[in-house]
């Protein structure tokens, strides 16, 4: 076992030169190119994985102001229809007023035509009674002379 121990004892004399280069080299490297290197990873994430996740968030907001686009345009378009619609609601009620105002005046020139109608009638009646009287009289002489002349001895047979 002193013969392993001391073999062990040697390597690890003989190991020490090359732990102590592995040191310098390791504390070389940290100090001179892994913070130089983990710089370059860095930008080189930066620059790929970095601009994909900036990208996708462009997209994303991108997307979301042409919904927002989207969403206005309908609410201006349903304020068009709603614009429209009053303006047609208004035109209607406009033409209902203008029609119904046209109604009530030929209503009110067939009442005064029936009662200027009525009143003609009148004034005819007025008129046509004296003289359907003196026709009537008329007639009625006629008819007595007509009698008369045939119940005279002279002007009929018996």
Same mark, same amino acid.
């Given at each position: 076992?002193?013969?392993?121990?001391? &073999?062990?004892? !040697?390597?690890?004399?003989?190991?020490?030169?090359?732990? =102590? $280069?592995? $040191?310098?080299?390791?504390?070389?490297?940290? =100090?001179?190119?892994? !913070?130089?290197q983990e710089h370059v990873l860095k930008?080189?994430?930066?620059? /790929?994985? !970095?601009?994909? %996740?900036? #990208?996708?968030?462009?997209?994303?907001?991108?997307?979301?102001? #042409?919904? %927002?686009?989207?969403?206005?345009?309908?609410?201006?378009?349903? #304020?068009?229809?709603?614009?429209?619609?009053?303006?047609r609601q208004t035109a209607l009620a406009?033409?209902?007023?203008?029609?119904?105002?046209?109604?009530?005046?030929? &209503?009110?020139?067939? &009442?005064?035509?029936?009662?200027?109608?009525?009143? %003609?009638?009148?004034?005819?009646? &007025?008129?046509? $009674?004296?003289?359907? %009287?003196?026709?009537?009289?008329?007639?009625?002489? /006629?008819?007595?002379?007509?009698v008369a002349v045939a119940q005279s001895?002279?002007? !009929?047979?018996?």
């Amino acid at each position: 076992m002193d013969e392993t121990l001391r &073999q062990l004892g !040697g390597l690890l004399l003989g190991s020490v030169p090359t732990i =102590f $280069l592995f $040191l310098i080299t390791f504390l070389s490297y940290r =100090f001179i190119v892994h !913070g130089k290197q983990e710089h370059v990873l860095k930008e080189r994430y930066l620059l /790929t994985e !970095g601009a994909i %996740e900036k #990208a996708r968030a462009d997209l994303a907001a991108a997307e979301a102001k #042409a919904s %927002e686009y989207e969403q206005r345009l309908r609410e201006a378009r349903m #304020a068009i229809f709603k614009a429209q619609e009053a303006r047609r609601q208004t035109a209607l009620a406009a033409r209902a007023a203008l029609i119904a105002a046209a109604r009530d005046r030929a &209503q009110k020139q067939v &009442q005064q035509a029936r009662e200027g109608i009525a009143q %003609e009638l009148e004034v005819a009646k &007025q008129q046509l $009674l004296p003289e359907s %009287e003196r026709l009537a009289n008329a007639i009625i002489r /006629t008819i007595l002379k007509l009698v008369a002349v045939a119940q005279s001895p002279a002007g !009929g047979s018996q």
